[in-house]
T-cell receptor
Framework: EAQVTQNPRYLITVTGKKLTVTCSQN?????MSWYRQDPGLGLRQIYY???????DKGDVPEGYKVSRKEKRNFPLILESPSPNQTSLYFC????????????FGNGTRLTVT | RKEVEQDPGPFNVPEGATVAFNCTYS??????FFWYRQDCRKEPKLLMS???SGNEDGRFTAQLNRASQYISLLIRDSKLSDSATYLC??????????FGAGTTVTVRA
């Protein structure tokens, strides 16, 4: 089954404790992206990657890191999480050609206390 | 100013009714437009792409007005299963997409 898999689904952590949210897709998609969703703000892009070893900042990259060492994986790293990073996070992928839809993972709800 | 603005609603409509709503985008260089549907904080799913000439998919019709920089979505013959939040998306390309905060539609029996 074609899918984007994120883990974990739920995560509660404390300020400053490094964490990684994994994202993997099995559709051989070139493009992958991370979004966070907050009430009233919609989805905001954190980072995106157009291919292996090619990443770029989205609209809200501060406090996040990503890597794209393999085509299928695009982990999101929070080196020192803070409470303002409490949010619902979505990973997405697409073939990266014009007007191709995004396929989203089922989300990670992160709480930083 | 947000790049994509939507009326948050909610739009409460009876089954069988027609409901329509718009979103506006601020970047005149936008080339890609979509409507996504999101159920109760689950992952968004593509509802339809929006083409310059307008397009229809069953009970759903999307229109693009470049001059006024807005996109519309119309749902005919509303079903209970249409209750969701509809996200408007505009992008200058397929990599830089801006999402609206969503319009909530509730269809009642």
């Amino acid at each position: 089954e074609a899918q984007v898999t994120q883990n974990p689904r739920y995560l509660i952590t404390v300020t400053g404790k490094k964490l990684t949210v994994t994202c993997s897709q099995n559709m051989n998609h070139e493009y992958m992206s991370w979004y966070r969703q907050d009430p009233g703000l919609g989805l905001r892009q954190i980072y995106y990657s157009m291919n292996v070893e090619v990443t770029d900042k989205g609209d809200v990259p501060e406090g996040y890191k990503v890597s794209r060492k393999e085509k299928r994986n695009f982990p999101l790293i929070l080196e020192s999480p803070s409470p303002n990073q409490t949010s619902l996070y979505f990973c997405a992928s697409s073939p990266g050609v014009y007007n191709s839809p995004l396929h989203f993972g089922n989300g990670t709800r992160l709480t930083v206390t | 100013r947000k790049e994509v603005e939507q009326d948050p609603g909610p739009f409460n409509v009876p089954e069988g009714a027609t409901v329509a709503f718009n979103c506006t985008y601020s970047n005149s260089a936008s080339q890609s437009f979509f409507w996504y549907r999101q159920d109760c904080r689950k992952e968004p799913k593509l509802l339809m792409s929006v083409y310059s000439s307008g397009n229809e998919d069953g009970r759903f019709t999307a229109q693009l007005n470049r001059a006024s920089q807005y996109i519309s979505l119309l749902i005919r013959d509303s079903k209970l299963s249409d209750s969701a939040t509809y996200l408007c998306v505009a992008g200058i390309n397929d990599y830089k997409l801006s999402f609206g905060a969503g319009t909530t539609v509730t269809v009642r029996a």
